[in-house]
């Protein structure tokens, strides 16, 4: 019990652990990785919610699985303070609490530069590893991806998640 | 001391094991990866394709790569920094496991390219020391106890066979190869179903295939994949000891002595055997045998040629795509299309060899398959638009609709000769070290201007079946891209020690009791996957072992 508590922590510690954001050379705010995430795999494909899916929760697995490397972590957790701070410089608003149309121009934005469009790629393919994997991650929710495909997942299916 | 060492449990280990473990010998198989059975494979496409189980991650072990370029140098990449990886299988049965199980014979000419075909500039092509009649009753061996698949037909390149047909009837398949099949009539092509080293029925022990609609780059859960690992080693009383990593090889002058491994929790042993069987996949088999240098064999053991590490070759070609789709088709062709789980099992060989400006040309095979069925991937081939801007939203949420649910994409796969060069080649890293604090293997890559000019060849032809197919979307790429499972060479085997690796039996002309039985003892590749014929070879070679530890010792 205390391990799996231990765990716990420790998954909640890197997705909600704050992210200063800078404006500039002065501090602007603080964000946490899992609510930027929610917002903007909503933001890229809003079908997945249409379906009754959930992609975000899926990132804490993504966290802890040991065939994920750690530059691919940090890659992720900067791509969450650079996306705000380009939302900050436009607007001097943090990502999480533009509109849906500011949004979008942000990602508009950012998806002409390098590091963007490895972010936005990198955070779509984890959204469809949620969306598109076995149900036992906990995005296929109810098989909702595949049978939105009329996709048959293999068989047989994973008994517990890879991490 | 046992009788038998064998550093590796792949294709090449594992006939030798089999054989020799149930002569009655004792056998011991050393495996870095884990043990595993039917019940334990599963179609998690996140672990087995998007997180490599199955391979170590790159940042513990990884390889250096040195491109070949025009102007003489070598761009270097690190594995780990690149993501390019070379690791195929981690685990007992080695990747065999994994394979999608294509099963071709080499064909006679491929035994003898430098005769028949002659000299080709910057290219060391030779003779096997071997001739196809010497191979054929082991191809027939693997046929049998692995179990292959198919029917045999005839068609110009079709080799001489000591049975009329395979042991199996083919595995079924989709209705889109009755489409396929009157195409090739029209274009006069020879339809040549894909012979497959999958059970189509219970046999041997072991389940026939369930159609589960993953094969290849997944284990096989119902045991009708003929890995090394289902089809001999769940089959005999040789002793492995998994997540050990072999790093030396000990020896005095005309002896191995003792194979030290690590374990997992870095612990040292070591073991002492009568004969060594090396067999880890061709780039590791070298590097092992030049981390092993001594003050015999100064350059790496084995190695008194200058020739350990030479001529790595790979499987050349490349690959190409169309598209059916569901506008193109009737109500019926849609639902034949669509049907999944059954294969599609169609080769070409009707190039084995061709004349092109008069002159003669080792050609090779392609086969048809339907894009894998892997449904992240294929979502993900639509986030760009058709001018490489990323798509989300609505749009992707369309394309990705209608592309998965109103189409289908028929691939196909060219394999002809990698021409062995001086430019490709392994050697081991003086700084870069693995986690276990040896030296990373360097893969020195460079692709002969013919194996382009062959795969190009080849690929047309393809190509315009995919047209008379009336497919859309085709496209075809031939690079010198080097295929990480399709890998040969290193300890290329050959009569003259000063010249080769290895002798006729796979021994090593340096040391009395060292075999290498994975690809690399292969000079020339042929214009097929190796796997048939590192199984066919190494129930060989088993054959000679068992002779001599019957005889000698």
């Not at chain 2, 019940?39 to 998690?44: A, E, G, L, V, Y």
């Not at chain 2, 050990?244 to 690590?262: G, N």
């Not at chain 2, 070409?348 to 040309?361: C, S």
Request: with cysteine.
């Amino acid at each position: 019990m205390e391990k799996f508590s231990r765990r716990k922590f420790l998954l909640a510690g890197f997705l909600s652990s704050a992210v200063f954001l800078m404006d500039g050379c002065s501090l602007f705010g603080v964000t946490t990785p899992i609510d930027t995430i929610a917002i903007l795999q909503h933001d890229l494909f809003p079908q997945a919610s249409e379906l009754g899916i959930v992609t975000a929760p899926y990132m804490h697995i993504i966290f802890h699985q040991s065939h994920i490397s750690k530059s691919d972590k940090v890659f992720i957790k900067n791509g969450v303070k650079w996306l705000n701070e380009e939302a900050i410089k436009t607007y001097k608003i943090t990502y999480t609490k533009l509109s849906f149309e500011k949004r979008q121009k942000i990602l508009q934005t950012i998806a002409k530069t390098q590091w963007g469009e490895n972010f936005l790629y990198d955070i779509m393919g984890y959204m469809f590893e949620a969306m598109l994997g076995d149900p036992i991650y906990g995005g296929n929710n109810n098989e909702a991806g595949w049978k939105w495909l009329a996709f048959h997942g293999g068989r047989p299916r994973p008994k517990e998640a890879f991490l | 001391m046992v009788d038998v060492c064998i550093i590796g449990s792949g294709a090449g280990g594992s006939p030798i094991a089999y054989e020799l473990a149930n002569a009655g010998f004792s056998v011991v198989v050393l495996e870095k990866g884990k043990d595993y059975t039917e019940s334990d494979f599963n179609k998690d496409e996140i672990a087995v394709c998007r997180r490599d189980m199955f391979t170590p991650p790159l940042w513990e072990q990884k390889h250096i790569i040195k491109e070949y370029n025009d102007d003489g140098t070598f761009t270097r990449y690190d594995g780990e920094e690149s993501g390019w990886n070379f690791w195929n299988g981690s685990m007992v049965g080695g990747s065999s496991n994994l394979m999608s199980g294509y099963f071709h014979r080499m064909k006679p000419n491929d035994f003898r390219l430098k005769s028949v075909y002659g000299e080709i500039k910057g290219a060391n092509v030779v003779d096997w020391p071997l001739n196809y009649e010497e191979l054929e009753p082991y191809y027939a061996k693997v046929e049998q106890v692995v179990g292959v698949s198919g029917k045999v037909v005839k068609h110009k390149f079709q080799e001489p066979r000591s049975t009329a047909n395979f042991p199996y009837p083919p595995l079924q398949t989709n209705g889109a190869t009755k489409w396929y099949d009157k195409a090739c009539e029209t274009l006069g092509y020879d339809v040549m179903p894909t012979p497959r080293a999958i059970l189509s029925e219970n046999a041997l022990h072991r389940k026939g295939c369930f159609y589960s609609n993953f094969c290849g780059s997944y284990g096989c859960a119902s045991g009708a994949k003929g890995s090394g690992r289902a089809a001999l080693l769940q089959k005999c009383q040789a002793k492995i000891i998994t997540d050990v990593f072999v790093y030396k090889l000990e020896s005095d002058d005309k002896r191995v002595t003792q194979a030290y491994y690590y374990t997992t929790d870095g612990i040292r042993d070591s073991i002492r055997a009568k004969i060594f069987v090396l067999s880890a996949q061709a780039i590791e088999s070298s590097r092992l045998l030049l981390n092993s240098k001594n003050r015999y064999f100064p350059n790496g053991l084995a190695n008194s040629s200058g020739e350990l590490g030479k001529n790595l070759i790979f499987s050349a070609g490349g690959s190409g795509r169309g598209r059916f789709v569901f506008e193109k088709l009737t109500k019926t062709q849609q639902k034949e299309l669509m049907q999944v789980g059954v294969f599609f099992n169609r080769s070409l060989q009707d190039w084995y060899e061709f004349t092109q400006d008069a002159k003669k040309y080792k050609g090779g095979t392609i086969d048809f398959l339907f894009e894998h069925q892997n449904i992240i991937p294929r979502a993900m081939q639509e986030v760009y638009d058709s001018d490489g801007n990323l798509l989300w939203g609505e749009a992707l949420a369309k394309n990705i609709y209608k592309r998965i649910t109103t189409s289908r994409v028929l691939t196909f796969e060219v394999f002809n000769d990698w021409l062995p060069t001086d430019r490709c080649f392994v050697s081991v890293d003086e700084k870069v070290k693995d986690k276990y604090g040896v030296p990373v293997g360097v893969i020195n890559l460079y692709g002969h201007p013919q194996d382009l000019k062959v795969g190009e060849y080849l690929a047309k032809k393809a190509v315009k079946l995919l047209e008379e197919l009336g497919c859309e979307e085709i496209e075809s790429s031939i690079s010198s891209s080097p295929p990480p499972n399709l890998v040969a060479g290193g300890c290329r085997f050959g009569t003259d020690a000063k010249t080769s690796v290895l002798d006729k039996n796979c021994k090593a002309h340096d040391l009395e009791n060292l075999y290498v039985a994975d690809a690399s003892f292969m000079p020339t590749g042929g214009s097929v996957p190796y796997t048939w014929t590192i199984y066919a070879n190494s129930f060989r070679v088993a054959d000679v072992i068992k002779e001599r530890l019957q005889t000698f010792i």
